[in-house]
């Protein structure tokens, strides 16, 4: 165990294999508790932790010389620093800015705004690219483009070239709802039928009417909220 936990000039397997599950779990317990923001969404210093933390719990397998009580203390130290920024932000808009910076509006009202360009460091061909990916082929659309602290592009279209809506063309909507799992891998879920005010013969006359008899055959069954069944057979 000694091994496992100070430097030594040779790790045996075993003790390697100690080492890679104690990895292993710092980095599921440091994954699990980051903040839970998309990719686009991270701001430059939660890529340095990323880059700092895999770095540093990694070491400790290929240099069997590590300290790995040292390389958890400092993991630990690390972690904790990015979580207490990462809280302060939410606490703070004043620092919130100072963290994430702000956003720049590149495009006002048609007109690229070249100092902001500038001053993002953010080139045309790239403003550009990131309008296509936005379905945005022609800049002429654009009224306002913004870039998001988290690197990407955000656009509002002008008026002419917005979506059409069923609003605006008094179409009535029927909200449908997020559709609930009557049955998952064969298997009837009864506490959402009873939530529903159905039950399983209810269920099973409704599928007679697709042509199946036979529940187990179903991998996946969901109702919305108007009442439309899908259901997928394995």
């Given at each position: 165990?000694?091994?496992?936990?100070?430097?030594?000039e040779e790790l045996t397997t075993s003790g390697f294999a100690a080492?890679?599950?104690?990895?292993?779990?710092?980095?599921?317990?440091?994954?699990?508790?980051?903040?839970?923001?998309?990719?686009?969404?991270?701001?430059?210093?939660?890529?340095?932790?990323?880059?700092?933390?895999?770095?540093?719990?990694?070491?400790?397998?290929?240099?069997?010389?590590?300290?790995?009580?040292?390389?958890?203390?400092?993991?630990?130290?690390?972690?904790?620093?990015?979580?207490?920024?990462?809280?302060?932000?939410?606490?703070?808009?004043?620092?919130?800015?100072?963290?994430?910076?702000?956003?720049?509006?590149?495009?006002?009202?048609?007109?690229?705004?070249?100092?902001?360009?500038?001053?993002?460091?953010?080139?045309?061909?790239?403003?550009?690219?990131?309008?296509?990916?936005?379905?945005?082929?022609?800049?002429?659309?654009?009224?306002?483009?913004?870039?998001?602290?988290?690197?990407?592009?955000?656009?509002?279209?002008?008026?002419?070239?917005?979506?059409?809506?069923?609003?605006?063309?008094?179409i009535p909507v029927v909200e449908g709802g997020l559709p609930i799992?009557?049955?998952?891998?064969?298997?009837i879920i009864d506490k959402n039928l009873m939530h529903l005010g159905?039950?399983?013969?209810?269920?099973?006359?409704?599928?007679?009417?697709?042509?199946?008899?036979?529940?187990?055959?179903?991998?996946?069954?969901?109702?919305?909220?108007?009442?439309?069944?899908?259901?997928?057979?394995?």
């Amino acid at each position: 165990m000694e091994g496992i936990w100070n430097s030594v000039e040779e790790l045996t397997t075993s003790g390697f294999a100690a080492r890679t599950i104690i990895v292993g779990v710092m980095l599921f317990i440091a994954g699990r508790f980051l903040p839970h923001r998309s990719g686009g969404q991270y701001a430059g210093f939660d890529f340095t932790f990323f880059w700092m933390m895999g770095g540093l719990i990694a070491a400790p397998l290929f240099d069997p010389k590590i300290n790995f009580t040292n390389t958890i203390i400092a993991a630990v130290t690390i972690f904790l620093t990015h979580y207490i920024i990462s809280y302060i932000s939410i606490r703070s808009r004043a620092f919130e800015r100072v963290v994430y910076g702000k956003a720049e509006t590149l495009i006002s009202k048609g007109q690229i705004q070249k100092g902001n360009m500038l001053k993002s460091l953010f080139p045309i061909e790239m403003l550009l690219a990131q309008l296509r990916e936005l379905d945005v082929s022609n800049i002429a659309e654009v009224d306002t483009a913004t870039l998001e602290t988290g690197g990407r592009v955000s656009v509002l279209k002008k008026g002419d070239y917005a979506p059409v809506t069923p609003k605006d063309m008094n179409i009535p909507v029927v909200e449908g709802g997020l559709p609930i799992v009557l049955i998952n891998d064969g298997k009837i879920i009864d506490k959402n039928l009873m939530h529903l005010g159905y039950d399983q013969k209810w269920l099973k006359d409704e599928l007679s009417k697709y042509g199946v008899n036979d529940i187990k055959s179903v991998y996946l069954a969901t109702i919305d909220g108007i009442g439309q069944i899908y259901y997928s057979t394995m």
